[in-house]
Structures are given as C-alpha cells and as structure tokens.
C-alpha cells in the first residue's frame, strides 16, 4: 500500500542553520505516528514543509502520491494543527472556520454548518460568536484542532497539540485524536512521551534534523528497557558482575558509585520476572536500592538515542 | 544549493480569490483597520474640498448680503487667468488643458481633484500597508495556506483592498459632490456628477498601481508598521529622487526642462493629471499606464510570495 505521508532526502537549510538533513521517512496509511524529538529537533520544519508553509532546500515530501508543492490537489485531504498560527484576533471564531470550509469547497449553508459541528466535536460550541482574542490558551488550541478535523482529511499533521495545556484539555485533545483515527493518517508530534506511547502506533525519532530511529511503536519499546538504580552504598564488583550476568541484562553502566543503570532485554510480559531477578541478585548482597526508577521503554530508547535528559532539552 | 522555486503563473481559482477577497473586506471592517482607512480617505477629501471652499464661504460673508455669493465668487475666481496659469503650472499642460479643467467642466471640483490627485497615493498605503504582512508575522496565513494554493491568497488580498478602496473613493467623492452641489450650488446637476463620476475614475486608477505597489511590499515584509513605513517611503521617497534628479540634469547638466517630462513617467503618480485630460486617448494612455505598473507590481509581489517561506 502506498505510504500516506512520503519524505525523500528532505533538507532544509536557514542560512548556516541545517533544520532538517537528508530526511528519509514513510508514513504508513490509517496509522496514528508520533513524531518525537528534543527541541530545535527539526519537527516542526518538517511539519511546515509538509504543509507548504517553507520551502524545502533538497528534497520532497509527497502526501497520498502527490508532492506538497501542488496543494492544491491535495485540497480537502491534508490538513493541519501548526505550532504557532494565530486565528484573528477581533474576528468571531466561527466566521474563520466558515471561511476555511468555504475554501474547502463547500457552499455557505453547508460551511456553517461544517464549522458548527467542528466546534461541538472539540466541545466549544459556546464560543462560536467569540472572538479569538477571547479565548483561553487552551480553547485556542481546541479550536484550533477542530480547524484540523473540517471537511474530510485523510491525512492529519499535529504539531504539539497538547502543549501548554493543563491535564484535562491534554486529556481531551488526546481522546478526539484517537477518536478520529479510524479511516484516516494522523503524524502526531509530541514532546510527552507517554502520551505518544500510549496513543500511537508507529514513532519516529527526530534529533539534530535527522533521523535517528523510526518503526513501529512495538519494535521501539521492546527492544530495550531501562532501569536507573540509586544506593545507599557503593556498588561492588561482584555484584556488578553478578547483574551483569542476569539473563535479562544487556549492560550495566556506573553513572557514579552508587548509581548504575540497567539496560535490560525484557519485554512487557516478563519485565516483572526481570525486576523480581533484578531485586533479588541486589538483596543477595544486601544491597538495598534507596530509588529504582523503571523507565518507560520510549522514554528510555529516547535517552538512549538523543543522550538527553528528558525535559524537552534542547537539541544540541 | 538554492531553495527550490516554483513558477510565477501557478495554477489559480477565481472562486479562491473571491472568497478571500469577501472575506478579507470583512475582517477588515471588523477589525477596524477598513473602518481607519475609510476615515482617512474620507478626511483628506473633505480637508481639500474646504481648502477651496471654506475660503469662498469667508469671502462671501465679508462682502456681505449685497455682494456676491458663493457661486458667483468661486466662477469669477476660479475661472480667472491667474488661476488658469496656476493649472497650467501644476499640471505642466497648455491652455486647452486648462480651460477644459476650469471652463468646460466645473472648475471648484477641478481645482479639488488635482490637490486630491497629489495625496492619493500616500492615502492609499493607509488601506494597502497590511494585505498580507500581520498574517504572515501571526502566522496566520497557514490556516490559508493549507486549503488554497498562495497565488489565491495574494491576488485575494489584493482584490478585498481594491473593492473596499472602490468603496472609500465612492463614498468620498459622493460626499464630496453632495457638498460642493447643496453649499456651492453653482453648477447644474448634471456637469458635476458626470465630472464628478470622470474624477472619482481618475483617482481609482491613480490608486490601483500604489494598491499592487503595497501588496508587493506587504509580502515582503513581516510587521505591519515596517510594511507602512517602507509603503509612505516608496512612494514618497521615489517622487523626491526624480525630483532630484530632474533639478540635477536641468542645473548642473543645462538640459531642456520640457525635454525631462519624462522623468516623472516612470512612477504612477507622474500620470495622475492626464487621466483627466481633455483628449481621451491620452486619458486612454494613462489607464494603460496604471494597468501597466500595477500588473508589473503584481507580478513582482506574487513571484516574491510564491518563493518565500510562511
């Protein structure tokens, strides 16, 4: 089948700056990808050129077949949430929507009504007549994910649609998206990563404007595991090796001499048989853990892969 | 290696760029930034009608209720050889120009049109600064961006600034014959909305080329104010240079000044008074010229956009 969403040798410079550098991805149709990455990563550059916003260096990104340089073919299929577009201040929410459903080929009767539903889909049906300016950061963002989801979109970009937001509007964007991914290819990108663990199915690791990882989220959260251990006392050679000897344990690295981390190959199912070995190899030398912190496998492959620390860091 | 470029003449949708020129005349008025230009364009008009018209009403009263009245002062003054001589000057034309300005048709609305004709232009950077700079500054053309192709966007923006500045000339001039006919009352109805109707296409067509001219420089830039700033230089600052340049070659290098007339051809606002000439193919003439520069800008401003990054 052919992939929704098509990068080839994707390059973006800003003067000296390398954005994106020879980006080769795939984005399979009817799936729900998030796209991960430190900040200055090269996400959102991917995302505007996807959308026509920037002009690519090298390079081209077809959508259902059909290279973004010509959207007006695409039409009705792409849409997108962007980072940091701005709605008009003074005009009523509602008016700007109607005119997006108007460009995209309804007439007056039928846009309004498409943009009455949008705003009940995302729960903000009241603020139809409000200006923009009027909302809170949070509706905005709303509104601007129902913008996203007019007409009938195959392919849907969203570029950090939970950021800012409290818990309960991260919650609710998060359930419309899954809500919506029945028939269509949503590229989601995040800097949360359980949230992208727990919704999407294909993940692709962007750092410094390349490619690091991408694959299914299974192959990426099953390949390694991670488990960060602090003690109260230095840990000692023979219990070092006797951790390293562990079936489940890939390697051992001292981080200093009372802190180690623990790659370990476990999968979901047996992690709990892991930490119990694990646990008990340590009290075997009576060595009491005082934290053992078990990273979540993508966050985990994602330290692994940027050597960051997970704080939305910068990409350096 | 160079960004890639896409061609100038992309594909493009009439329907697009009317719904993005309706629209775009909307917000406008909502937003207040139509409803600003509208007052401008509607000052600066009424300001130069009572340059003409407040003094005759002041002469009329110091001569009392015996003396003349306005339409009889505003005849004898504006009909007289100084003033014929002054059109001449401002107009840099012959008698039959001026006579065709002052005699043939209603000489008050003459003398009105040609200082309206000098401040149109900047009048219109007033109401063309911002057709696409604050959106690409708020980033708010990518709502756009996404559903129709920039060419759309661009002309759209144009066409929504064009309609509302037909609007704003419309009304001024209506306000302005309204005044001229019930607080002069020197002319027949007729003469002076048939002149009233050839001036208010004169300074339509005088405002198209600064419209296009603006819509480049909107484009270019990314703040509004900086679009304004650079939009009043242009169009002032060009006038300055050939000026300049005029008084340059007359001075130091003794050319013939009716052999520069030229010079201030190259800029719209150098035709402004031939589209109210007496002969029409030299009326003709100047509308070719503004559709000229105005498609010449146009095409420069909707290249720049094309290539530019949103």
Redesign the interface.
Known sequence: MQPAVKVTNLTKKFARQVALDGVDLEIPQNSLYGLLGPNGAGKTTLFSIAAGFLKPTEGAIEVLGVDVSRISHLRGKLAMLPQDAAFQGSIPVIEQLIMFSRLNGLDKAAARSAAEKALEMVGLPEVARKAARALSHGMMKRVALCQAFLGDAKVIFLDEPTAGLDPDNARRIRALVKEFTRDKTIVFSSHNLQEVQDICDHVCVIDKGRVVEAGTMESLTQSTFLVRVELVSALSSEAQAALQALPVVEGIELTSDKEFNLRLNASGANKDEAMKAIYGTLAGFEIYPRSVFEGASLEARFLEITGGTFDGASST | ?E????TVAR?W?LQ?VG??AL?SM??AL???GGLMFLLIFLTVGLSVASLFITPLEELVKMDGPDGMNTAELSMTILESDMVSQAVEWITNSDSAQSEYLLKDNPALLSAILLILLIAVPFTTCFGAFNQTSG?IA????????????RANIFLGRFVGVLLFTIVSVIGTMLVILLYVQFKVGAYPGMDLWAWGFQGLTAVFFLSLPYIALCAWISCMLDTPFGSLAICLLISGFSLAILYLLKLTLITSMKVDPESLDWVFKTVPWGWKYELLHGSPVVRITAILAMLGFTVGFLFLGLRHFN?R??
């Open positions: 290696m960004p890639t470029t896409s594909s949708s697009h719904i993005i629209y909307r917000f909502r937003s207040g959106d708020s980033r708010g053309l990518r709502y756009l961006l996404l559903r129709t192709e290539k990054d949103l």
